[in-house]
Structures are given as C-alpha cells and as structure tokens.
Antibody, heavy 120, light 106 residues
Framework: EVQLVESGGGLVQPGGSLRLSCEASGFTFNSNAMSWVRQAPGKGLEWVSAISGSGGNPYYAGSVKGRFTISRDNSKGTLYLQMNSLRAEDTAVYYC?????????????WGQGIMVTVSS | DIQMTQSPSTLSASVGDRVTITCRASQSTGNWLAWYQQKPGKVPKLLIYKASNLESGVPSRFSGSGSGTEFTLTISSLQPDDFATYYCQQYSSYWTFGQGTKVEIK
C-alpha cells in the first residue's frame, strides 16, 4: 500500500525558514518522480516543485524559485522541501505527491498534507 | 506558462443530473490532461488521466474527453457522493491546475 506522510509544518514568521519532509513507502521510491503541491486556505491547487526519481532535474514554480529547494534521499525514501524567505502568501496546506511511471509526470497519489502558516 | 481555465466556477445540480465541466488551455497540451476530485478537508483524488482514461476504481459515470486546448469532464448521473470541487491539470509542460469547479446541491 502506497503511503506518503508529510511532516515539518507549523507556524513561522515572515522571512523565516522551514523544512518539510515526506516519508514514502509501498513503492520503489527511486523509480518515481515526486512533487509538492500547495493549497492556500479556501483556494485552489498550486504546483510548487518537482524532482526526478534520481534526484536530478528539479523544477520550480515561478512563485517559489530562488526561495524553495526540493531534494530527496532515496536511501531513506524521503522527499524534502526547504523553504526560505517565507512570505504570508506561502501559507497553505502542502501536499507531497507521487508521479506515476512514464515521461510525463502525473500525480497519481497524494499525502494527507501539512499546514504551513507564515505570520507574525 | 500554460494557463488553465475552468468553467463554470460553480455548478448547482440535482442528483441524477448530467453534469459537464469544461477546461481550456492557453496552448495545446496534447492529451496530457488530468481531472481530480477534492472534497472539503480531503486530499485530491485522481479521476481521469490522459484526457479520457479512467483511473482504477473510479465509477464509470465519470468520463473525460478532448484534446489540444479544450477538455471536458462529464458525470453522466450525479450521485450524492459527487458533490465536490473538481480540478483539471495539464502535465504537458510543467504542471498547472485550473481554478476549480465546485459542484453543489441545487
């Protein structure tokens, strides 16, 4: 059974940093690209970042480029999102999502999400 | 960047109704288009991938069609469990979601 469990969220002040983790199980982690998607309170879904199964080729949305860094540790089956210079508009539920096989990355399974609140 | 626009934003319907949601892309996405269902406080659930392929376990009353820049999600006979928000997403060039369509009880 595929499981994705996010952790590391919480309340942080504007300008602060936070690192999210997503622990994966139930599939061959290094075979699948992974992604972060967020949803601000009462709003729609926004793709944030993605990374290939090998850990190379990271991709970022323009709204987070230069502030967020995606990475993965395949030996631990864990995906990370380092978030720096946080802003109020980064407040959201952050979902970890697994991509299916294939050259076009489709998010076929999502974690339960973790809340990040940026406020003073 | 490819922009995705869904219509309508809100849809009021009754159980048994046929419901159609439209998603338009600012440029061609081929068939690389997915539909997700999200209920309040829940995780998005994949319904349709590659424009018209039903994800395993999804009821056959859901169907998807289209290619290029125009896509539709159809629910042939709306059931009580289907009242939710639906999102389209292109995965042709990076990843972009539509703004969502809320299907509510009429």
């Amino acid at each position: 059974e595929v499981q994705l469990v996010e952790s590391g969220g919480g309340l942080v002040q504007p300008g602060g940093s936070l690192r999210l983790s997503c622990e994966a199980s139930g599939f061959t982690f290094n075979s699948n690209a992974m992604s972060w998607v967020r949803q601000a309170p009462g709003k729609g879904l926004e793709w944030v970042s993605a990374i290939s199964g090998s850990g190379g080729n990271p991709y970022y949305a323009g709204s987070v480029k230069g502030r967020f860094t995606i990475s993965r540790d395949n030996s631990k089956g864990t995906l990370y999102l380092q978030m720096n210079s946080l802003r109020a508009e980064d407040t959201a539920v952050y979902y970890c999502a697994k991509a299916g096989s294939g050259s076009y990355w489709l998010f076929d399974f999502w974690g339960q999400g973790i809340m990040v609140t940026v406020s003073s | 960047d490819i922009q995705m626009t869904q219509s309508p934003s809100t849809l009021s319907a009754s159980v048994g109704d046929r419901v159609t949601i439209t998603c338009r892309a600012s440029q061609s996405t081929g068939n690389w288009l997915a539909w997700y269902q999200q209920k309040p406080g829940k995780v998005p659930k994949l319904l349709i991938y590659k424009a018209s392929n039903l994800e395993s376990g999804v009821p056959s009353r859901f169907s998807g069609s289209g290619s290029g820049t125009e896509f539709t999600l159809t629910i042939s006979s709306l059931q009580p469990d289907d009242f939710a928000t639906y999102y389209c997403q292109q995965y042709s060039s990076y990843w972009t979601f539509g703004q969502g369509t809320k299907v509510e009880i009429k």
